[in-house]
T-cell receptor
Framework: AQTVTQSQPEMSVQEAETVTLSCTYDTSESDYYLFWYKQPPSRQMILVIRQEAYKQQNATENRFSVNFQKAAKSFSLKISDSQLGDAAMYFCAYRSDLSMDSNYQLIWGAGTKLIIKP | KAGVTQTPRYLIKTRGQQVTLSCSPISGHRSVSWYQQTPGQGLQFLFEYFSETQRNKGNFPGRFSGRQFSNSRSEMNVSTLELGDSALYLC????????????FGSGTRLTVV
């Protein structure tokens, strides 16, 4: 069974600085997808960035980028130029390749609370 | 474009009662998934529906059930509520195909007293 681990329950960063959130996962599969979701106090889970395992190039979305290390099973999220609106819980999630009927689910890490200091 | 709509936003029920939660996916999204979020257990997968068929179910007792209608709207039902069922229930919809992420609703906060 796949597992996702986020070892940092809470992180804080000064506004405009850069912060990196860690995520490791365990799987025996070769094809899968990884996601970072943000959950602000409004409760809605918002997709930040996604990565296909078969792609070696790290995904980037504006100020958000990932460092995907497939061999190390590591998927960290880097937030550049942190803004007050980035404060939220951040969850790392794993999904198997959709070729198998049993794989239509996300497996989640425990989350990291990100605090932005003004 | 309307997002994923979950109703109601808040719900308070008594132990032993049953409850039905509703989820309307983004137009064109035919896959709907449900997740339970609690402080102790985190996010756990309940079930996923596509074209009115349950394709996958998480490790929850039979008191938890769901269905999907022809318009892709989905409902989940919890019977004989227990205190431990108090949680945020999140619904997500997705286009079918590899690589797509899920779009989530704002959830239903269920409190069992």
């Amino acid at each position: 069974a796949q597992t996702v681990t986020q070892s940092q329950p809470e992180m804080s960063v000064q506004e405009a600085e850069t912060v990196t959130l860690s995520c490791t996962y365990d799987t025996s599969e070769s094809d899968y997808y990884l996601f970072w979701y943000k959950q602000p106090p409004s409760r809605q889970m918002i997709l930040v960035i996604r990565q296909e395992a078969y792609k070696q190039q790290n995904a980037t979305e504006n100020r958000f980028s990932v460092n995907f290390q497939k061999a190390a099973k590591s998927f960290s999220l880097k937030i550049s130029d942190s803004q007050l609106g980035d404060a939220a819980m951040y969850f790392c999630a794993y999904r198997s390749d959709l070729s198998m009927d049993s794989n239509y689910q996300l497996i989640w890490g425990a989350g990291t609370k990100l605090i932005i200091k003004p | 474009k309307a997002g994923v709509t979950q109703t109601p936003r808040y719900l308070i029920k008594t132990r032993g009662q049953q409850v039905t939660l509703s989820c309307s996916p983004i137009s064109g999204h035919r896959s709907v998934s449900w997740y339970q979020q609690t402080p102790g257990q985190g996010l756990q997968f309940l079930f996923e529906y596509f074209s009115e068929t349950q394709r996958n179910k998480g490790n929850f007792p039979g008191r938890f059930s769901g269905r999907q209608f022809s318009n892709s709207r989905s409902e989940m039902n919890v019977s004989t509520l227990e205190l431990g069922d108090s949680a945020l229930y999140l619904c997500a919809s997705s286009l079918v195909g590899q690589g797509y992420g899920y779009t989530f609703g704002s959830g239903t906060r269920l409190t069992v007293v």
